[in-house]
């Protein structure tokens, strides 16, 4: 399924599905999704949150998604190879309270450290690409309900 271009977990879009519903603000649901994944701003304003309530209380929403990498040059690091790293880098008594992800795309490399790394107390990701921007967030609501007992950064 695709929200704002980005692929969401039928698990995500129940969990959003039913705890967003009936919320109004989106400073609420800010505060919502705060609580349950530990991200500070999921929503910019209003409009994203309806239009995430409108399209998850459908049943389907297939858009492709272009190819990127041939588009833009675009290539993301796979889930695997980010916890290679991630678990290279703890095997060297490397345990950060800070990630910095300047290129975040999809949120591998954020998932692999909020996997391998349980000192993290903040997670910064940048992507200019507004759909994987998107992506990542769903990844990090996933990791959180599959992992509910991580401490969130």
């Not at 991200?39 to 309530?53: A, G, P, R, S, V």
């Not at 389907?60 to 833009?72: F, G």
Request: proline share 4%.
């Amino acid at each position: 399924m695709k929200v704002f271009e980005a692929n969401i977990s039928y698990e995500v879009s129940d969990y959003l599905n039913s705890n967003l519903k009936n919320i109004i603000s989106f400073e609420l649901a800010n505060q919502k999704v705060y609580d349950a994944c530990g991200i500070i701003h999921f929503f910019d304003n209003n409009e994203e949150l309806e239009t995430l309530k409108e399209i998850i209380s459908e049943t389907q929403n297939i858009v492709e998604e272009p190819d990127r990498a041939t588009e833009y040059g675009d290539f993301q690091t796979n889930l695997d190879l980010a916890n290679n790293v991630t678990v290279y880098l703890k095997a060297k008594d490397i345990s950060p309270e800070i990630v910095i992800e300047p290129t975040c795309g999809k949120g591998n490399f954020i998932i692999a450290s909020l996997q391998n790394f349980t000192n993290i107390e903040k997670v910064f990701g940048v992507e200019i690409y507004k759909p994987y921007v998107w992506e990542t967030k769903f990844n990090i609501v996933k990791f959180f309900l599959e992992n509910p007992d991580n401490i969130k950064p």
